[in-house]
């Protein structure tokens, strides 16, 4: 016999409970539109309708013979209409589907930039959560099936309009399904179809045998069948109630007795629901406790798999986990399953079963000497589904050549996944999963890449992106110690500027990053969710703290749209600290629910390179956070807050301090306006935050392992005027950023 050769992973995948599709509508039983419009109501913005459904018949949908029409005309900017049907079965709980999927047809009329569409699923209180398809379905002129899965659809990305700026809907009780057409510009005007909207499932794990429902062992020997190599019969099948298995109450006990060399016996069970084809699963995995008295060179387990023609596909169990005396649980990789590395005795001298018709799985024991005996157990056999997938792929190069050795971030909702290229300057995700979001994210020390990020929805099998790389403009912080007293000569040439936003002052030329912080000045305004106004820029008192060479001057972020961030360093730098003096004003005059938001963070950015912010930025009408580690203080409470700031937060999520926004390590209140000192450091995934040369937080993280460092601003204000005009933007003073490592923190630049 030959060597045994195996492929084995850990892991705990559970069975999940799906129910059947559930059809929203097929637009095939209404009388007419009067009726589709009773069934669909409409809800905007405000102002001149902008969207008209009606049923069509004559755009020939994939199935049925009606489909709904969606005539658009949207007067103005930032528009949005949305058509909502209320699910007939009445509250769904979204765990028991892994999609919403539509037919789509676009318009090739339309330009993808200036028109967004949105699925929407409200629950009872109206709360909503959403998924805005990608551009370039827009203005595809043909039926495409969307599928979006449901673990993606979130606030995020979106911002406090719409109507939907309250929390996340609770996904146990969602009872409508929206559609909305936002206008990104003035008159958009388009034509869209939709049929067969649907809750459906996802591939998912099949049970083969939990072995919990037999009435006695006789029902258990009918269902697992017995074969043998010939000669006495070596094992013996039972339900057994003892061994305690990790779930349920009962498993299968195999009774060895193994008379001769290489002799084998199997027990095999038909797949209930019919063939199945194993590359729509990943593994197939079981619970396993072995027997502590054999000697595993002694004896083999291994599983096969069967076609309709008894042809096999088989795996060898690693044999240390025979001897095992516990409960395990065992991931075989279904791509390892395979003929080859064995003899061709066993009674499968056949050549290797058809991976699309699986019928039949079977245990089989080998005893590899005479007189085998052993005990073992198996419980919970099952194939788990790895879900629909797409791959992702592409090439970097530097001036047309290729870039080896850059890593690609491939960033979800809580996972993050990784991929570098070779010496081709190619890189490969093979199974990402449809249905999702993704960023994907070039990272190579001392390197800037063009795009700096990708933004995908995986809704087909395959995509290419290329990169292209140049070495970084900025200084590396990790090697190179800056500062700045921002004085009358402005900015240091060494501190380049990677705003988010340009100071927005129409007075100044939108760019006056240097002040006189005691002079007051008046500044228009203009809130992407209010008319404007004007807001009055206070004057404050000079800088008293130590190394203030220049008190009276100070960097002044903030701009007309409520935010900024001056960004400097490179994206891959990881082991530094910021330190800065930070004007904090104490406003208690303020409305409640709104406030300034002043900020010193480092690695910034790290989940989209590509927009250098913090807490959130704005690209058209999408809105999202970049996250990263900050010390924030905010002027309607006097705190000083040592923060992580979640990388997929809305607006909402960012001005409101909702749930989940961000994470807390400490902080200090302030009772009174002043001047402080701020100092963040990295080191080795410790982050250190001191306020005033105090410590007021310590973090062990490894969220973002790198990112620029930057000085940001957040207006946090309602959009009533009397409100606006108390926006005073953020004053920073004496800036000194530097290396931590690699054996300490350096201090060389503390007064």
């Not at 590396?476 to 040439?493: K, M, V």
Request: aromatic share 14%.
């Amino acid at each position: 016999m030959s060597r045994f050769y195996f492929v084995i992973l850990l892991a705990l995948i559970s069975p999940v409970s799906f129910a059947a599709n559930l059809v929203i509508d097929d637009f095939e039983g209404y009388l007419d539109d009067f009726e589709l419009h009773e069934t669909w109501t409409f809800t905007k913005a405000g102002g001149p309708d902008g969207l008209f459904v009606y049923l069509d018949t004559a755009k020939t949908p994939p199935q049925g013979t009606t489909c709904l029409l969606m005539d658009v005309n949207m007067p103005e900017k930032w528009w949005y209409n949305t058509v909502r049907k209320t699910i007939g079965t009445g509250p769904i709980d979204l765990a028991q589907y892994g999609a919403l999927t539509f037919w789509f047809h676009g318009d090739e009329t339309v330009n993808p930039a200036n028109i967004t569409f949105v699925a929407f699923l409200f629950d009872s209180q109206g709360r909503a959560l959403r998924f805005a398809i990608p551009a370039d379905y827009l203005n595809a002129a043909a039926w495409q099936k969307i599928t979006l899965n449901l673990g993606s659809f979130s606030q995020e990305e979106w911002d406090t309009g719409y109507g939907t700026d309250t929390p996340d809907a609770n996904p146990a009780d969602i009872v409508s399904v929206g559609l909305m057409v936002v206008g990104n510009e003035i008159d958009q005007i388009a034509t869209f179809y939709v049929d067969d909207v649907q809750m459906t499932e996802l591939p998912q794990n099949i049970l083969v045998d939990d072995f919990e429902n037999y009435a006695d062992d006789f029902e258990l020997q009918e269902t697992w069948t017995f074969t043998k190599a010939g000669g006495p019969d070596g094992l013996f099948v039972y339900i057994d109630k003892t061994k305690t298995p990790p779930q349920g109450s009962s498993c299968l006990l195999m009774d060895i007795n193994m008379p001769e060399k290489w002799w084998y016996n199997t027990v095999r069970k038909s797949l209930v629901d019919g063939a199945i084809d194993i590359s729509k699963f990943v593994s197939l995995d079981f619970w396993f406790h072995g027997d502590p008295t054999v000697n595993p060179a002694d004896i083999a387990f291994v599983a096969f798999l069967f076609d309709s023609q008894g042809r096999a596909l088989r795996f060898a169990i690693p044999a240390d986990y025979l001897n095992v005396g516990a409960w395990q649980k065992i991931t075989l990789n279904l791509a390892s399953f395979s003929q080859e590395e064995w003899d061709t005795g066993y009674g499968t001298d056949t050549p290797d079963a058809n991976p699309q018709d699986i019928t039949t799985v079977g245990l089989m024991v080998v005893g590899n000497e005479v007189n085998q005996i052993a005990t073992f157990y198996v419980d919970d056999i099952q194939f788990a589904s790895k879900g629909a997938t797409a791959s992702v792929s592409g090439t970097i190069t530097e001036n047309g050549a290729p870039l080896a050795g850059v890593t690609v971030y491939a960033i979800e909702q809580g996972a993050i996944h990784t991929a570098t290229t070779g010496a081709d300057g190619q890189y490969t995700f093979p199974d990402l999963s449809q249905g999702k979001q993704y960023r994907f994210v070039p990272v190579f020390t001392a390197y800037d890449f063009t795009p700096g990020m990708v933004f995908l929805t995986l809704l087909e099998t395959a995509y290419t992106r290329d990169f292209t790389g140049a070495p970084s403009l900025y200084n590396r912080l990790e090697t190179t110690a800056i500062q700045d007293q921002f004085d009358e000569s402005g900015l240091n040439p060494a501190i380049v500027y990677r705003g988010a936003r340009d100071w927005g002052h129409a007075e100044a030329g939108n760019v006056r990053p240097i002040i006189d912080v005691t002079q007051d000045k008046t500044y228009p305004v203009s809130f992407p969710d209010a008319a404007g106004g004007e807001a009055v820029l206070y004057g404050i008192p000079e800088n008293p703290l130590p190394g203030a060479t220049s008190p009276r001057f100070a960097l002044e972020v903030g701009s007309s749209y409520s935010w900024d961030m001056l960004a400097f360093g490179q994206n891959t730098d990881r082991n530094y600290y910021v330190e800065v003096d930070a004007y904090c004003d104490v406003r208690w005059d303020l409305n409640p629910g709104s406030f300034d938001r002043v900020s010193v963070g480092i690695h910034c950015s790290f989940a989209d390179p590509g927009k250098i912010a913090l807490d959130a930025y704005s690209d058209t009408n999408l809105n999202r956070s970049s996250g990263g580690y900050a010390l924030s203080y905010e002027s309607d409470t006097g705190d000083i807050t040592a923060r992580k700031y979640a990388p997929a937060n809305d607006k909402a999520h960012v001005l409101k301090r909702l749930e989940g926004y961000a994470v807390e390590y400490g902080k200090v209140t302030l009772n009174e306006s002043g001047w402080h000192r701020l100092r963040v450091e990295f080191l080795n995934d410790t982050i250190t935050f001191k306020v005033d040369g105090q410590t007021i937080a310590t973090a062990t993280d490894t969220e973002y392992p790198f990112g620029p460092a930057g000085l940001h601003y957040r207006a946090c204000f309602t959009d009533a005027l009397s409100d606006l005009v108390m926006m005073n933007h953020a004053r920073f003073d004496n800036l000194k950023a530097g290396p931590t490592g690699p054996v300490g923190v350096d201090d060389w630049m503390l007064n």
